[in-house]
């Protein structure tokens, strides 16, 4: 048994099987991937990386499937069968953003190709697919956990790789990007959460869900959520450079399908890409490398009321500025449906009451309240060809217009 200091988890256990997984290659590349891509420009600790979150997700699973085994003993037939759900779990954990290209998420926007889909080819080089026959554990068992299919014989463990709501993923990655950024409000009830889950039913299957007791830490952990997307994940300095980076990856790889095959995708990470980047010419690269803003913020627009203003004031400033003007909206399901339905009646999350299992939505004034879409929408001019003052006052005329009460500005709030 191996154990790994985590500042999140504090020690993490993994045995000679995993080990010799997480020494294989592609895994290994994780440490090369930060996990937030270019948010350590607007937060400058936020340098962790995707090999940090897959032992952190992989501790997380651990912690939730031993308080499923304390409080739920029901659902498994017996010791050998969680024992063969844990090493599936913890595997699947490991493995889970290891599909992931340089900058994370960023990169798929010119790749266009999802992490998920890499993940088939990855599972089958001999490297990989040895350690997983070493833990006694199927490949294709991993695949369906990573890419949530339905059809999976473990619906439980699906939920707590790939969610909708309650995974492991989602509950490390929280508490990791608010420890490193120093976003307080990322924070939530974890112990609380973890020892409230249970394996409820729902259409006939066993799904995940919460005793009643632990709402309150389940409210905690929504409003986590909501909390990082506005301050961190779709921060204006996130989200510019992000727009920016677009630009330079393209210079850097005019053929994406270049890429496609997956010893030469793997063959990228971080570092090579600001290696491609370091002495090239165009502006966006220079920008990555330097942090340099080539975009002012104008405007925000975070309410839903706001989009026909948002509208208005896009279209104003595009008519005198053209394509000198940048509109970055952004939506963000707060509570997914459970994977495989739809038609909006499904349960976001399931809790368990004295009177029974209800909605999440019932049990909660306050999760009904943040269920649904949240948005963030955002104006931006290019600095070079915009006089910015102009620009924001252009916005806020045409907010007054639209008859929106707003404070007045200090210029230390348009932060870059």
Known sequence: MKRIFDPIHHFIEID??????????????????RQLGLAYLAYPAAEHTRFGHALGALATGERILESLRRHDRGYFSGEADYATQRRLLRASLLLHDVGHGPFSHACE???????????????????????????GVEARDVLALITGDAETPYPVLRELVSGPNLDADRMDYLLRDAYFTGVASGRFDADQLIGSLRVLESHGRPALGVDGRGVVALES????????????????????????????????????????PIDAFL????????????????????????????????????????????????????????????????????????????????????????????????????????????????????????DVAEARAKATHVARAKGVPALERSGASWRS
């Open 267 to 386: 063959a990228w990470d971080d570092f090579r890409a600001f290696e491609a980047m370091r002495f090239a010419p165009d502006e966006a690269s220079r920008a990555v490398r330097n942090r340099e803003t080539l975009f002012a913020l104008v405007a925000e627009y975070n309410a839903e009321s706001d989009l026909s203003t948002f509208r208005s004031c896009l279209e104003a400033l595009r008519e005198d500025y053209g394509d000198d003007v940048w509109a970055d909206s952004q939506e963000q399901l707060m509570h997914r449906l459970p994977l495989g339905q739809d038609g909006g009646s499904a349960p976001t999350v399931l809790v368990e009451t004295h009177s029974g299992v209800v909605d999440a939505r019932a049990a909660s004034d306050l999760i009904a309240r943040v269920s649904g879409k949240a948005y963030w929408r955002k104006l931006y001019v290019r600095r070079a060809n915009v």
């Open 109 to 135: 926007a010119v790749l266009g190709i999802p992490h998920e889909q890499r993940t088939k080819a990855i599972l089958a080089l001999p490297e990989v697919a040895t350690a997983l026959g070493r833990i």
């Open 221 to 260: 952990f929504v409003l986590a959520r909501y909390m990082m997307f506005g301050a961190v994940y779709f921060h204006h300095t996130t989200r510019q450079f992000e727009r920016i980076l677009h630009e330079a990856l393209r210079q850097v790889w005019p053929d994406p399908r270049t890429l496609d």
């Open 16 to 33: 000679d099987g995993e080990r010799a997984l997480l020494d294989a290659e592609p895994l290994q590349r994780l440490r090369r991937l």
